[in-house]
T-cell receptor
Framework: SAVISQKPSRDICQRGTSLTIQCQVD?????MFWYRQQPGQSLTLIAT?????????ESGFVIDKFPISRPNLTFSTLTVSNMSPEDSSIYLC?????????????FGPGTRLTVT | AQSVTQLDSQVPVFEEAPVELRCNYS??????LFWYVQYPNQGLQLLLK????STLVKGINGFEAEFNKSQTSFHLRKPSVHISDTAEYFC?????WGSGTYKYIFGTGTRLKVLA
């Protein structure tokens, strides 16, 4: 399995600002994803981060609000822009690793974001 | 469209007692099935998966699950729980579309609380 780190682990931000979350994997991976987990709720897929091209967003999520980069096979960033208190969530990066079984996703530890 | 239902939002159980966490899904195509565990303030960890073959699958920490295609269920069981099993458990489904898809749909989660 891949070892995934996320930075920052948590942050408290003011309304209207932006935060960039980094996801680093210790090996090259096939696919990378970004999820949101709102307090006490399940996970919702935000987008698939595509290496070298624009991310693929799920319904209800747009690039202007959640710009994503993936410059190589081991790194991705998610920016939460113009934040509001409704953006307070845990943001999770996940990957499908090379050499792992099909369709298995491995998750990073998450970034806990609080917007005041 | 696919969906995942975890009927029990919370399950309290005494230590060393057996437990079953229920998961039902709906899909018009074949699926892969997963159970993940999330300990407090951590990311998700893969417990077990069903891809094909035997319908009874064993995972880490003594957990097992049985795939029942006719009932579209994938219930998670453990014969004897420990205090350390206290966590949130998520069922996830990935539909098989031939060309390969890694998108998960997560259930709403079941909070397992093991009582001394």
């Amino acid at each position: 399995s891949a070892v995934i780190s996320q930075k920052p682990s948590r942050d408290i931000c003011q309304r209207g600002t932006s935060l960039t979350i980094q996801c680093q994997v210790d090996s090259q991976v096939t696919m990378m994803f970004w999820y949101r987990q709102q307090p006490g709720q399940s996970l919702t897929l935000i987008a698939t981060a595509n290496q070298g091209s624009e991310a693929t967003y799920e319904s209800g999520f747009v690039i202007d609000k959640f710009p994503i980069s993936r410059p190589n096979l081991t790194f991705s960033t998610l920016t939460v822009s113009n934040m509001s208190p409704e953006d307070s969530s845990i943001y999770l990066c996940s990957v499908v690793g090379r050499g792992t079984g099909p369709y298995e996703q491995y998750f990073g530890p998450g970034t806990r974001l609080t917007v005041t | 469209a696919q969906s995942v239902t975890q009927l029990d939002s919370q399950v309290p159980v005494f230590e060393e007692a057996p437990v079953e966490l229920r998961c039902n899904y709906s899909s018009s195509v074949s699926v892969y099935l997963f159970w993940y565990v999330q300990y407090p303030n951590q990311g998700l960890q893969l417990l077990l998966k069903y891809l094909s073959g035997s319908t009874l699958v064993k995972g880490i920490n003594g957990f097992e699950a049985e795939f029942n295609k006719s009932q579209t269920s994938f219930h998670l069981r453990k014969p004897s729980v420990h205090i350390s099993d206290t966590a949130e458990y998520f069922c996830a489904v990935s539909e098989i579309w031939g060309s390969g898809t890694y998108k998960y749909i997560f259930g709403t989660g079941t909070r397992l609380k093991v009582l001394a």
